[in-house]
């Protein structure tokens, strides 16, 4: 059991990232809150309007999907800590600026909707420089379990941080729960400034001229990276509609109350929270098959969800599907991550998430059609089943492979891209064993 603890751990040894995680823990449970708060006071100056609430989180994403892949390239050329140091205190500047507005009594909607767009543009150079950031910190052999350990520390704040708004607001109103939101991204900047620059795995920066299309070029060259970035597209597209889906299931599938679709979402939560956990358990690339395999897992348990005859039963598959989903968007972020060229990964890693976030809210455009012509179900039976569709695509073609392709190679330490031994046929390639690199 000791040693089990210790594995799940292991990263947190490193001084550096245990300086970030703990100023993360602050500033994401602060950025849950701050999600609840400026929901609710959209719809209390709106009237409960859906369409003004889903203005909100459209601007505030719309940067993501325009400027993401530029964050890369900036993430890329300069230093990912000094980055990081400033992104957070933009983000700080800014809910602040909102948070005085609130609790002045002086805010209008068009405030919330320039501070959103605002905030959504320094985080599309947050997002893929943080990602990035975290293999100079604990290195390529830790890199599994810190990225595991961040998706541990956000799924719990995504259950304890909304819940701990909703009593705040009750008691003091959204204006000071946007104010402890402003004052938590402080953590995140003390801890990166506490850091010791000397302990960062630094590689070789990108040089000056370093374009997007470069790293586009680089990843298309790469058969062993394109893959699992298609699944992603594919699972994220059609299967990550969560949002939409659980709600209209637990109402008008099971006819439920808001506790009940607490339980659901609670449910789900915690599935993930346990993936996260066990997947820091993982050493190295992980195999192209992981990967393919994994999104096969989530394909059949989110069809079986849309399947369940009743509240209990759709509990207990959401939280395996929860699981599943945490388990295969890891899989295919180390497998992605790890086999990038430092000099690239930062804009490697901003397609990633250009794709993981772009495809959800689009794919949600389809499955709510879905969902408003043949009910909730068919929204989890169509992600699963597309799912299903694209993980067995991507095994078939591995299996049919001739063992020729020499693609799948991994960077070493110096940012040199060393060739992988050459799968043996009639298998997808393997993870490169460590030899100068992951």
């Not at 969902?371 to 179900?377: D, I, K, N, V």
Request: proline content about 5%.
């Amino acid at each position: 059991m000791d040693t089990t603890y210790a594995n799940i751990f292991r990263s947190l040894t490193v001084r550096n990232f245990r300086l970030f995680v703990t100023g993360q823990v602050v500033s994401v449970a602060g950025t849950w809150m701050m999600i609840v708060a400026q929901d609710w006071l959209v719809l209390a100056l709106t009237g409960d309007s859906e369409t003004a609430l889903g203005t909100v989180t459209a601007l505030q994403f719309a940067p993501l999907l325009m400027f993401t892949l530029y964050g890369g390239r900036v993430a890329d050329r300069f230093d990912k800590r000094l980055l990081l140091t400033l992104a957070n205190t933009a983000s700080g500047v800014l809910a602040l600026g909102l948070a005085l507005l609130v609790v002045t009594d002086s805010v209008q909607l068009w405030h919330i909707y320039l501070f959103a767009f605002a905030l959504g543009t320094v985080n599309s150079v947050e997002v893929p420089t943080r990602m990035a950031f975290v293999s100079e910190m604990v290195g390529p052999d830790l890199l599994p379990n810190a990225s595991a350990l961040s998706a541990a520390y956000f799924n719990t704040a995504r259950v304890v941080g909304p819940a701990f708004a909703g009593l705040l607001i009750s008691v003091l109103g959204t204006g000071p729960v946007m104010l402890l939101n402003a004052v938590s991204y402080a953590a995140t900047v003390v801890g990166l400034r506490m850091m010791r620059p000397e302990e960062l795995t630094r590689g070789k920066r990108a040089a000056a001229g370093a374009r997007v299309v470069d790293g586009l070029r680089y990843v298309g060259t790469r058969r062993d990276l394109l893959v699992p970035l298609a699944l992603v597209a594919v699972v994220g597209l059609f299967g990550f509609n969560f949002q939409l889906t659980l709600p209209l299931l637990a109402k008008t599938v099971f006819h439920a109350d808001a506790t009940s679709f607490g339980l659901l979402t609670t449910a789900f939560a915690a599935g993930s929270l346990v993936a996260a956990l066990f997947t820091t358990l993982r050493r190295g690339r992980p195999a192209a098959r992981t990967v393919a395999l994994s999104a096969l897992a989530f394909g059949l348990l989110e069809t079986a969800a849309g399947w369940s005859p009743n509240l209990l039963s759709a509990a207990v598959l959401l939280c395996l599907t929860g699981f599943a989903t945490i388990y295969f968007a890891q899989a295919a972020n180390h497998r992605i991550q790890l086999g990038s060229d430092p000099r690239f990964r930062g804009r490697v890693m901003a397609l990633y998430t250009l794709i993981l976030q772009g495809s959800t809210p689009l794919g949600a455009l389809l499955v709510g059609w879905l969902t408003g012509h043949y009910g909730a179900r068919a929204g989890l039976y169509a992600g699963g089943v597309a799912s299903l569709a694209g993980a067995l695509l991507v095994l078939a073609v591995g299996r049919g492979r001739d063992g020729n392709d020499r693609t799948d190679a991994a960077p070493t330490s110096d940012g040199r891209t060393d060739v992988a031994p050459t799968p043996a046929p009639g298998s997808l390639p393997d993870a490169p064993r460590r030899g100068a690199g992951p």
